[in-house]
């Protein structure tokens, strides 16, 4: 099993790589997702959809391919040409693309969605450090909707590589941005699955 961005592995063509129903479980921990509307954009093959289902959500199925998992639309959410429509939240494990920039327009998308009263949260999965790029100030520490992460206490498993073992060496997290601004707001940073949670399952 290996990470999402291993060296000498071939990347994914499109990024494609199906959320473990876990990474959604962690988000439940701290965001109450029963009864909202989310909109998962990046749906691929379903398996966020699933578990944000599972957990409670009523969820519009989006992607800019289709993957084989019944969509409610096929579209491009980085074009910011679709027709408006209102959400509780936004979650998904966005694409990457080249030197994440296609992630970054994920998070600015989302942002004006927020702004327009689109959406009241979005949730994007991430690696830790996404916030730590100089230039991305704008997207966290200058941006008055970002809430703060949660931290995920395991590590993903994007893939299995037959004959090889070795753990991922990536650490990802819930990265939220919030419509309601509180002047003097710190972000939080929050952990899950809670280490109890682990020990006892």
């Known amino acids: 099993m290996m990470g999402k961005h291993e060296v ?13 129903s876990w990474v959604v479980e962690a988000l439940s921990e701290h965001i109450e997702l029963a009864g909202l509307e989310i909109w998962e954009c990046a749906a691929g093959k379903g398996d ?3 578990a944000l289902k599972g957990a409670g959500a009523s969820v519009h199925a989006t992607d800019v391919h289709d993957y ?3 969509l409610d639309r096929i579209l491009d959410f980085t074009s910011g040409r679709h027709r408006a429509q209102s959400f509780d939240g936004i979650v998904t494990n966005p694409p990457y693309g080249a030197r994440a920039k296609l992630a970054e327009k994920f998070v600015e998308v989302g942002l004006r969605h927020i702004a327009r009263r689109h959406a009241s949260f979005l949730a994007l999965l991430l690696p830790n450090d996404f916030d730590s790029a100089k230039t991305r100030p704008h997207l966290f520490a200058g941006c008055p909707y970002f809430a703060g992460k949660i931290v995920l ?3 993903v498993m994007w893939f299995v590589n037959p004959g090889k073992r070795k753990a991922p060496k ?8 919030r419509r309601s601004v509180i002047r003097g707001r710190q972000p939080v940073i929050l952990y899950a699955p809670q280490i109890s949670r682990e020990v006892s399952s």
Do not use: A, C, Q, S
């Open 153 to 155: 206490t395991r590590r």
């Open 48 to 50: 966020m959809v699933e």
């Open 68 to 70: 084989g998992y019944r």
């Open 8 to 20: 000498n592995y071939p990347r994914v063509e499109k990024d494609l790589y199906p959320t473990p």
């Open 170 to 177: 990536e650490n990802h997290g819930w990265f939220i941005w």
